[in-house]
């Protein structure tokens, strides 16, 4: 899941824009995006990685088995979970973290691109009250788009902000006959196959780049014997992931 979606999504995010919708115009940049990765070793592997394995719980409102039994009773060491804080070396990115978190037995299947804003430098406001904009892009379950922005709530008392979403969804602006329907895995993939085009399609230099980066990464968890911490089915990770953020004062979204 890393090397073959986060890494997509985190490069769609990072990249510069290209000089045209031309396919390797397209593909360039987003190997720019995995070339400037800075690579996680040494100590960093523990300050800046998460791996994780379910145990037993509670997903759907029904008990869940743990991985382990799931995979027969033997025991493994084979992730259910990453959370991983990356960092792109260049000039727009310098000391920007991208969070990336990918796992199974979570509360919900989701797919999500949320962009924090930074804080102001100086606000005449009360600052308990004010919060950083923040860009929610959702692909999966549903194809939206929302802008969180401070506001005034209406009142001749007083001065009180709050956040108020401007939401962009695909389902609600198109009419039923427009809207774009659910498409199975890979179709629009087939489709641009079919037509010669390749701008979807990953090229060899991007996926070893790609790899190299995620190769660096577990080499270090086989170095230095980091095992996957156990977190319970149906919740959000171990609690590892938590402390990834909250070293950096941030924290998941949702």
Excluded at 38 to 65: E, L, N, S
Excluded at 109 to 132: E, G, M, N, Y
Excluded at 160 to 188: F, Q, W
Excluded at 212 to 235: E, F
């Amino acid at each position: 899941m890393v090397q073959n979606h986060l890494l997509q999504l985190l490069c769609m995010v990072a990249m510069e824009p290209p000089t045209s919708l031309a396919s390797d115009a397209v593909r360039n940049e987003k190997v720019k995006v995995l070339q400037s990765l800075k690579p996680i070793i040494g100590r960093d592997i523990a300050r800046c990685t998460v791996r994780g394995q379910y145990g037993q719980g509670v997903a759907d409102g029904k008990m869940a088995p743990a991985y382990v039994d799931e995979a027969g009773g033997i025991a493994s060491d084979t992730e259910t979970f990453v959370a991983i804080c990356a960092h792109i070396e260049n000039w727009r990115w310098a000391g920007v973290p991208f969070y990336l978190r990918t796992g199974k037995r979570l509360p919900m299947r989701t797919s999500q691109i949320i962009i924090q804003f930074r804080d102001l430098p100086h606000s005449i406001f009360p600052k308990d009250q004010v919060q950083a904009n923040r860009l929610s892009i959702s692909l999966q379950p549903e194809e939206k788009i929302a802008l969180s922005v401070m506001t005034k709530v209406p009142s001749l008392e007083g001065l009180e902000l709050r956040p108020l979403s401007l939401n962009l969804s695909l389902d609600d602006g198109y009419t039923a006959r427009t809207a774009p329907r659910r498409r199975i895995a890979y179709e629009r993939l087939f489709y641009e196959a079919i037509h010669n085009n390749p701008t979807l399609f990953v090229r060899r230099d991007e996926t070893e780049t790609g790899w190299a980066w995620v190769d660096g990464i577990l080499q270090g968890w086989k170095s230095q014997a980091m095992t996957p911490q156990y977190y319970a089915a149906g919740t959000w990770g171990p609690s590892g992931a938590f402390a990834l953020m909250e070293r950096n004062g941030h924290s998941w979204h949702g």
